[in-house]
């Protein structure tokens, strides 16, 4: 089996020794994306405008991909708040509407950057 790696300037690169997102056997591995604005380098400012940058920034790579957020299985998001997620729920089922992949959200300590809000996901692709 042959493992591709995933990259795309429409969003931004790894801030460490990874991929943006890894894809074999019909599966793809899409790395922890935070609001970080493509181009610019820096996070968005807020809960809200990071979750919508991260998301916008996992769709990207999905698509680089070759496939679609309709594809998306399995998301990981990991927030330093639990008290925003109302927020992150509203903000999440704009992009996940009539699909709802299995999903944990977990409130961490911390997240790279100084980031709020931190969103992996595993999807099918060809």
């Given amino acids: 089996m042959s493992i591709t790696l995933v990259h795309t300037d429409k969003a931004p690169a790894a801030v460490g020794p990874y991929s943006q997102a890894t894809k074999a056997g019909g599966t793809l591995y899409v790395s922890g994306q935070l609001g970080i604005i493509p181009g610019e380098g820096k996070l968005a400012e807020g809960f809200e405008a990071q979750t919508k940058q991260a998301l916008e920034n996992l769709k990207a790579i999905v698509e ?3 496939s679609s957020l ?3 299985m399995m998301v990981d998001i990991f927030v ?3 008290g925003k997620f109302a927020d992150l729920n509203a ?4 992009y996940f509407t009539d ?3 299995a999903r944990a959200a977990i409130e ?3 997240l790279p950057l ?10 099918l692709c060809s």
């Fill in 64 to 66: 680089e991909a070759g």
């Fill in 70 to 72: 309709e594809k998306v």
């Fill in 80 to 82: 330093t708040d639990m």
């Fill in 91 to 94: 903000i999440y089922s704009e």
């Fill in 99 to 101: 699909h709802k992949p």
């Fill in 108 to 110: 961490v300590a911390g």
């Fill in 114 to 123: 100084g980031g709020l809000v931190e969103i992996k996901c595993v999807a």
